[in-house]
Every structure is written in C-alpha cells, then in structure tokens.
C-alpha cells in the first residue's frame, strides 16, 4: 500500500509538470504573436529590439 501511494504522488507531480510545460509552450507561442502582430503596425517592442 506505501508504494502505491509514492506511485501515485510521483503521478501527480508529473501531471503538474507536464501541465506547466505545455502552458509556457502556449504562453510562449502567445507572446510570439503578440510581437509580430504589433510589428505589422511598426510597433516595436523590448522583445524584437535584439
């Protein structure tokens, strides 16, 4: 039964894990487009400055 209960704490910090890799992909794809749609306006941000 303990290790049952390891497994499923491992599990859980997996699940935390992966969510939070898949919303930095998003939120990193967001602010990508965010950027070049303010460049079609000739808006320049910090983050097209390099």
Same mark, same amino acid.
């Given at each position: 039964? $303990?290790?049952k209960g390891v497994q499923g704490i491992f599990m859980l910090a997996g699940v935390f894990v992966m *969510? *939070?890799?898949l919303l @930095? =992909? =998003?939120a990193s794809i @967001? &602010?990508?487009a965010a950027v070049? =749609? #303010? $460049? #079609?306006f @000739? &808006? $320049?941000t910090l983050a097209s400055c390099g």
């Open positions: 039964m $303990q290790t *969510a *939070a890799v @930095g =992909f =998003f @967001g &602010i990508w070049s =749609f #303010l $460049q #079609l @000739g &808006i $320049q």
